[in-house]
């Protein structure tokens, strides 16, 4: 069974500019929720999704979205990206409404400059 | 709220040493609680995780845990350190309904020779 993928694995932006990152959790599972893990933050809550309804969203400004797809593909999009958003993102996919058990992609490293 | 409290930002022990990492949450429903493993560069990797049930629990590698209620720690040990296992290790929790997971800051394990 293939695991979470994450696309791309790096990124680097320019300040200002937007980026979409991409999320496919494994077969079958349908709650997809995305952290961001930074060295001074650690890691943090970014949103979940369960059929395509976002359920719950962390503190952050409204600069960061997200959306889930029938298929439970996720994708996350940050606009007018700074410098302090330069961070590892991370998607993990459970299988059930419930976080019984969280399985985590690679991540994507997303440089701003 | 809840809350996971790691103590210890790094922990040291020579190759065949016990391991010991220290996990305390704070929860006023029962939690789930989890130990994640990251290599560099990489996602977290899930070891072990707590829902309901036996209270101690075995995980990959050689690892396990225990819930104590009473103490409200999750401590994550290894009875004999390998190399390979020098990496960062995440608690986490969450509870019904929760939807998400919230971290511990991360302790990261040493292996000497």
């Known amino acids: 069974k293939a695991g979470v993928t994450q696309t791309p694995r790096y990124l680097i932006k320019t300040r200002g500019q937007q980026v979409t990152l991409s999320c496919s959790p494994i077969?079958?599972?349908?709650?997809v929720s995305w952290y961001q893990q930074t060295p001074g933050q650690g890691l943090q809550f970014l949103f979940e999704?369960?059929?395509?309804?976002?359920?719950n969203k962390g503190n952050f400004p409204g600069r960061f979205s997200g959306r889930q797809f029938s298929n439970s593909r996720s994708e996350m999009n940050v606009s007018t990206l700074e410098l302090g958003d330069s961070a590892l993102y991370l998607c993990?996919?459970?299988?059930?409404?419930?976080?019984?058990?969280?399985?985590f992609g690679q991540g994507t490293r997303l440089t701003v400059v | 709220a809840q809350s996971v409290t790691q103590l210890g930002s790094h922990v040291s022990v020579s190759e065949g040493a016990l391991v010991l990492l220290r996990c305390n949450y704070s929860?006023?429903?029962?939690?789930?609680l989890f130990w994640y493993v990251q290599y560099p560069n990489q996602g977290l990797q899930l070891l072990l995780k707590y829902t309901t049930g036996a209270t101690l629990v075995k995980g990959i590698n050689g690892f396990e845990a225990e819930f104590k209620k009473s103490e409200t720690s999750f401590h994550l040990t290894k009875p004999s350190a390998h190399m390979s296992d020098a990496a960062e290790y995440f608690c986490?929790?969450?509870?019904?309904?929760?939807?998400?997971?919230?971290f511990g800051t991360g302790t990261r394990l040493l292996v000497s020779p």
């Open positions: 077969s079958g599972h349908r709650s």
């Open positions: 929860s006023s429903v029962p939690p789930y």
């Open positions: 986490a929790g969450t509870h019904t309904g929760f939807q998400k997971l919230v």
């Open positions: 993990a996919s459970s299988p059930r409404g419930e976080l019984r058990e969280a399985f």
């Open positions: 999704y369960f059929s395509e309804t976002q359920r």
